[in-house]
């Protein structure tokens, strides 16, 4: 049976105003948060998504919710391949039934490394809230740190943001419906099922006088976006096929 393709979600969020400013894309949002000039409020692009029609069809469309985020949360945290290979293969063929294709050209967001597994199992866990993204890969980001006693010894390590655009049809994947009542609201996830291939297209380092950056970047503090961090912010652009 073949699967729909869900409506298209950008051109009904886009353009936002944020703080006297108007993005026209999701990257443009994303960019201004990791250069400080918005703060990255995920809470407030969370009120404005679920009051969205076509985010409301997106998550409607499935039952599933806290369950699917704990077992996920559960499955990426895993530091060996076992969990992988006992996962029963029930669980994910049940979950491909209530899949439903992105749209082309959809745009999806990664905070930290993108785990070493998403290529070989075709899962991994992304959020369509750029200010959701940017937040988490600052907790990440201090968590190695703290762990690794980075910041004594050597300096911070970058904050990666991943920036996903889907440049396929058959990108299959559904929103995750979470409580509105908890933190996990503002999660605003989209669990990815199966692609053909997730590429590296183009990096790009954004910070305050920041030398040898992949890609151009104009002056601007990121110190309102993420206090207390001396460390720059690698963006990485991706496409999902």
Not at 54 to 64: A, D, G, K
Not at 86 to 103: K, N
Not at 211 to 240: I, W
């Amino acid at each position: 049976m073949s699967k729909p393709t869900l409506p298209e979600l950008d051109s009904s969020l886009y353009p936002q105003f944020w703080e006297q400013q108007i993005f026209n894309d999701p990257q443009a949002l994303l960019v201004a948060m990791l250069k400080g000039r918005i703060t990255p409020d995920p809470q407030a692009f969370t009120k404005q998504i679920l009051a969205n029609d076509v985010y409301q069809e997106w998550i409607n469309f499935t039952v599933f919710g806290r369950y699917i985020q704990r077992n996920f949360a559960a499955f990426y945290q895993q530091s060996e391949d076992s969990f992988n290979m006992d996962m029963p293969a029930l669980f994910r063929h049940e979950l491909r039934r209530y899949g439903q294709y992105l749209p082309f050209g959809q745009i999806l967001f990664v905070a930290g490394q993108i785990p070493e597994s998403a290529r070989r199992e075709k899962l991994f866990t992304t959020t369509v809230n750029p200010a959701t993204a940017v937040m988490r890969a600052q907790t990440i980001n201090q968590s190695v740190n703290k762990s690794t006693n980075k910041s004594a010894l050597t300096g911070s390590q970058d904050l990666i943001v991943n920036h996903i655009r889907v440049k396929s049809k058959q990108v299959l994947g559904f929103a995750i419906r979470h409580n509105k009542r908890t933190s996990e609201r503002t999660r605003n996830e989209v669990l990815i099922l199966d692609f053909n291939d997730l590429r590296l297209v183009d990096e790009q380092i954004v910070g305050d006088n920041i030398s040898g950056n992949k890609a151009s970047n104009e002056e601007g503090s990121n110190t309102a976006t993420l206090p207390n961090v001396e460390s720059a912010v690698l963006l990485r652009y991706y496409e999902l096929r």
